[in-house]
């Protein structure tokens, strides 16, 4: 789906894209700071409430931010990102490069050295069977992110191999489908076997793709997904629920994998404990010893602040949950002289836009098409919304900035800087103007409705909106609020609103993430095309510089924004901001514009 926050469909396509993103190397593996410990409490307990229950922690299917956020310190992958958002190693000794050989000069082959001192947290010893089970596994299961994977010879073969899996996530018959294909894999069987994915030897993984693909290091890299590594010995003990299992000395099954931390105990909707591997393979060594997580619904959050103040969490936001502070709740812990410093505020790399319908012909509206009247009906439109204002008032500044840079979200790679977004100016005058020009008799514009999904931003910005239209247009637009997130999601994807809200949470820092997948011909393809935006000099200039190394290929990245901007496909609305709770005492928590920090990077000081 469009919005990560309540999950994503992905659809990649296989790409000619040589080269690949700049990379940070770092020697060791598994975390990526040492601790900063000075001196530390006696009880290494990090304790903290999320409120979403797990869907699912197997990295073949998770899609959810909840879930991938807890699980990426169970699950390790080749290479992981960084605090910073760089490639570091992970299982792998080195990432690949042309440089190091471990790409070849035709960008089609990837040499993997693995590591050979891991072990999964159940003692088994990894190696690189362990990379191909898992990868073909994740084709085979085909959920959210197995696409990531796409660009590897003879994923289609696998995944038509594998059939589709029944739609009911609950029916037997997706029980059946699991253990058919973990049969298979015991088994060997070829026709899950991709052709392009091979081991030489315990120690090497060689990848051979069907296309060259500068995006599959960055892809492969997302944590808790189809990048990630597990255990087939205990995946088999129960195909359905082996994720779901704690880990228990001597047992075969549960939630085995080569991270710093192990899933200790586990009840659906009300908590989970994770421990520490007391012998861990990679550095720094976990200084946690327990993980403690509240599973609450929304709606306690208040009283969890107030539990956050008496001592009885360590921080509040982690695991997905950093959008859930309310205004009214940072306010207050902004006002107490004893907080107001562990309040921490962190952009992320989501943003939220407006969609007009551009190209789906079905669904008509005063939006559709490339003429001058339809561009100036959405340019009016545009205008007409004061992003820096409603960023105070929606936000206050707080929860929220301006777009104000392009869809791309201020510090990822494609950005175009601050105030370059020539759709986030704020124009009544020439808004009121255009509207006048191309619909006179106001006709085309009358009954308009405004679709989105309530909760969150999404009913004050829609009130706002409304308010702008009206103050700024003299146009009455409608609002067409639906309870039903997947409904409108589903609805969205479909082309059936006429103007409605959307948006895009980043997977990996790479501009292909976007623009692939959220307009032109690939986008249409998969149906995920929300605004049918499907330009030909847009797809051949996406064609282009997806056959090329980002450094030459971010021109023609930043062509494409332009080609958005200049054809009004969108209005800029914001760009996510997170906030957490943190007690200064719980060092090295934090959070980047994708995700939290690991666990392992943390330590309870003495407080």
């Known amino acids: 789906m469009s919005d990560r926050l309540i999950g994503k469909l992905r659809f990649w396509q296989p790409l000619a894209l040589m080269g690949a993103l700049s990379l940070v190397v770092a020697a060791c593996g598994g975390g990526t700071t040492s601790n900063n410990q000075g001196s530390l409490a006696a009880s290494q307990v990090l304790k903290f409430p999320v409120y979403q229950s797990a869907g699912t922690f197997d990295p073949g299917e998770a899609d959810a931010e909840v879930d991938t956020e807890i699980s990426q310190n169970v699950f390790d992958n080749l290479w992981r990102f960084d605090d910073k958002l760089n490639l570091i190693p992970d299982l792998a000794t080195e990432v690949p490069s042309s440089s190091n050989g471990g790409i070849s000069s035709d960008g089609l082959t990837y040499t993997i050295h693995l590591k050979s001192n891991v072990k999964f947290n159940n003692g088994d010893s990894f190696s690189s069977k362990d990379v191909v089970y898992s990868f073909n596994r994740a084709v085979a299961l085909q959920g959210a992110y197995a696409s990531n994977l796409s660009a590897i010879d003879g994923f289609s073969a696998v995944k038509k191999a594998a059939g589709s899996p029944p739609s009911s996530k609950s029916s037997a018959g997706t029980t059946s489908f699991r253990k058919t294909i973990e049969d298979k894999l015991a088994a060997n069987d070829p026709s899950l076997q991709m052709k392009g994915l091979t081991a030489p030897d315990a120690n090497t993984v060689k990848i051979t793709l069907a296309s060259a693909c500068g995006w599959c290091l960055t892809a492969w890299s997302l944590q808790g997904s189809t990048g990630s590594i597990v255990n087939q010995k205990t995946v088999q003990t129960d195909p359905e629920n082996w994720w779901s299992k704690p880990v228990t000395p001597g047992s075969e099954g549960g939630m085995v994998g080569t991270g710093a931390f192990y899933l200790s105990a586990f009840t659906a909707k009300q908590s989970m404990t994770f421990k520490s591997v007391s012998n861990w393979w990679g550095t720094p060594k976990p200084t946690l010893k327990e993980i403690d997580i509240a599973i609450h619904d929304p709606s306690a959050i208040a009283g969890d602040v107030t539990a956050w103040e008496q001592g009885s969490y360590d921080l509040i936001g982690y695991g997905g949950n950093s959008s859930n502070l309310t205004y009214p709740l940072i306010q207050g812990i902004k006002g107490n002289a004893r907080f107001a410093k562990e309040l921490i505020t962190q952009p992320k790399g989501r943003t939220t836009w407006v969609s007009f319908n551009v190209g789906n012909t079905g669904t008509g509206g005063p939006f559709l098409g490339s003429s001058a009247a339809a561009k100036g009906l959405r340019m009016a439109f545009a205008l007409a919304v004061n992003k820096q204002d409603l960023a105070t008032t929606v936000c206050h500044n ?45 006709n085309l514009t009358k009954n308009l409705k405004y679709s989105y999904n309530t909760g969150g931003l999404n009913d004050p910005v829609a009130s706002y909106l409304q308010s702008a239209w009206q103050t700024n247009l003299g146009v009455k637009v409608n609002l067409d609020p639906s309870s039903d997130a997947s409904q409108f999601i589903s609805n969205r994807l479909s082309g059936k609103y006429v103007m409605a809200r959307d948006g895009w949470q980043f997977d990996y820092n790479h501009p292909q993430d976007w623009f692939d997948n959220l307009w032109g011909s690939l986008a249409t393809d998969a149906g995920a095309n929300t605004s049918g935006y499907n330009d030909p000099a847009y797809n051949a200039l996406l064609k282009q510089a997806d056959q090329q190394p980002i450094d030459q290929a971010l021109p023609q990245y930043k062509q494409l924004a332009k080609l958005l901007s200049d054809n009004v496909v969108y209005i800029p609305l914001y760009y996510s901001v997170a906030n957490f709770a943190i007690h200064s005492y719980a060092k090295g928590a934090g959070s980047n514009t994708q995700a939290d920090f690991y666990w392992d990077e943390i330590s309870i000081a003495q407080h």
């Not at 100016?425 to 006179?440: G, I, W």
């Open 398 to 442: 707080t929860q929220c900035q301006a777009a104000t840079g392009g869809l791309i979200t201020k510090g990822l790679v494609g950005y175009l800087g601050d105030n370059q977004d020539p759709l986030a100016q704020f124009d009544a005058t020439k808004a009121k103007q255009l509207l006048q020009q191309y619909d006179p008799s106001g």
